[in-house]
């Protein structure tokens, strides 16, 4: 009996795109000016090419979800989560290039995440079809080996 329902991982990645897509539209960067004034930007005012970046990558995702789910198309989604997920890392540790005091916000994080998700239903899709092909490559949980042959007394280390 399988643990997880065969659509499990299009629903992560189909969800991990969604949220990787509004994340872009929620506070990425609290700027505070030299002059003192403050502004909060989203993702979608601060970057003009990541910002096609993950739309595109989300729209990928999701199309991905619908498709047939063939090995390339479970490596390719995952890749695709882990590539968005590395170009929002490193608006999360480098931040905007703007004049005056950056600090990252919460639509950061959340795209951080949903791009995680993204990757992460590739690979719940791709390990059950290692699964499905080869169901003998790893031992039946401890729970299921049943007792041992002889139980050793204390003392007895053989």
Known sequence: MPLLK????RA?????????????????????RPDGSTDDTTGWQTFTNLRWVILGGGALT???????????????????????????????????????EVTSQIGVYVGFV????VAVGGLVDSGRKVVE???NLWRPPAAELGRGQRTLDAGDDR
């Open 114 to 117: 949903g791009a995680l998700l």
């Open 133 to 135: 092909a080869y169901p």
């Open 12 to 32: 992560l990645s189909a969800i991990g795109a969604i949220v990787v897509v509004l994340a872009l539209f929620m506070a990425w960067y609290h700027i505070v």
């Open 6 to 9: 065969p659509n499990v991982g």
């Open 62 to 100: 999701l199309l991905s979800a619908l498709v047939a789910q063939s090995r390339p198309v479970l490596v390719g989604r995952t890749i695709l989560g882990l590539v968005l997920a590395a170009l929002i890392l490193r608006r999360i540790i480098f931040p905007a290039d703007v004049d005056g």
